[in-house]
């Protein structure tokens, strides 16, 4: 089981666009620059992701809910499209989850692979939550999202399973360890820099 530790955000997030099934920068990336491990969320006028997005911003939490309006200026209230994708590391990896839900259609890509597929046209909120283990290092999450008639919803999150029977990967090896000892209180403290293992 992996010791807590607090997360130390360290990769900054980018715009990705898909070009032949290969994930590649796109130049709104260069203008809307994001804090580390936010989501960069690009809007389109279409249900393809084609053309020059209306607009670019910044999302810290992936939950939003738009109901029957637009879902940002010049963008209609139906048939519109809006991409989330951010770089993050991951530290050493391991297991973890995948949630969302959405009206209408969700698809959940892991360095360009997909996985969680929910494409459709419905008049209710759909959800799905997947295991996937993630190695070690920096990864591309990206989150396209589609809204064809009516409402509009969409929410998304990642976390690390901890429990004992899933968890065998080891946290990163602790760095800058500093001790200190106090006379008067006769007490040691030992420190060191946070990580970027999530759990």
């Known amino acids: 089981m992996k010791t807590s530790t607090r997360l130390r955000p360290v990769s900054a997030a980018v715009v990705l666009a898909t070009a032949g099934g290969f994930l590649a920068a796109s130049p709104a990336s260069a203008a809307t620059p994001c804090k580390t491990n936010h989501f960069t969320r690009t809007f389109y006028p279409n249900t393809t992701f084609s053309g020059t997005p209306k607009k670019t911003d910044c999302d810290n939490v992936m939950h939003q809910n738009w109901g029957t309006g637009a879902p940002a200026s010049g963008l209609p209230t139906n048939n519109f499209g809006v991409r989330y994708s951010l770089v993050r590391d991951f530290g050493n990896g391991g297991p ?89 209180t006769t007490k040691s403290t030992v420190r060191w820099s946070s990580n970027v293992d999530m759990d």
């Open 96 to 184: 973890f989850t995948f949630t969302t839900a959405a009206r209408d259609g969700v698809r959940v890509y892991l360095d360009g692979v997909r996985k969680i597929n929910i494409w459709k046209n419905v008049s209710t909120t759909q959800k799905k939550t997947v295991n996937v283990t993630i190695p070690s290092g920096k990864h591309t999450l990206r989150i396209d999202y589609v809204n064809w008639t009516g409402a509009a919803n969409v929410s998304f999150a990642y976390a690390p399973r901890t429990s004992a029977a899933v968890d065998t990967t080891k946290p990163r090896t602790p760095v800058g360890i500093t001790a200190t000892y106090n006379t008067t």
